[in-house]
């Protein structure tokens, strides 16, 4: 069974760059599309960026507007989420999921494996 991990969350001022990682174990991303979500305490989980593993189709919510990008290493079997230019309303917990359909998804009902998150605190 596939276990994801995230990691890179941390505390951050208003402006900043963070790149997240989400690691895959016990099998690749190889027919997958992986997403990453966040969620702010007291709102809905909110999809943030899609990507697909074997030809590298990205699909981007409406809330990144253009400062994250999301990216894979087929190698290591990962896949980041650059983060620039960050605001306070960017604060919340970071889930990467899996979804085996391959669908590029912003539903997450849709994926069926996720990751137990990493939080991204932005200061002024």
């Known amino acids: 069974q596939v276990q994801l991990v995230e990691s890179g969350g941390r505390l951050v001022q208003t402006g900043g760059s963070l790149k997240l990682s989400c690691a895959a174990s016990g099998r690749t991303f190889s027919t997958t599309t992986v997403g990453w979500f966040r969620q702010a305490p007291g709102q809905e989980r909110e999809f943030v960026a899609a990507?697909?593993?074997?030809?590298?189709?990205?699909v981007y919510g409406s809330s990144p507007a253009g400062r994250f990008t999301i990216s894979s290493d087929n190698a290591n079997n990962t896949v980041y989420l650059q983060m620039n230019s960050l605001k306070s309303e960017d604060t919340a917990v970071y889930y990467c999921?899996?979804?085996?359909?391959?669908?590029?998804?912003?539903?997450?009902?849709?994926?069926?494996?996720w990751g137990q998150g990493t939080q991204v605190t932005v200061s002024s």
């Open positions: 990507i697909s593993w074997r030809g590298g189709t990205t």
């Open positions: 999921a899996t979804d085996p359909k391959a669908r590029y998804s912003s539903d997450p009902n849709d994926y069926d494996t």
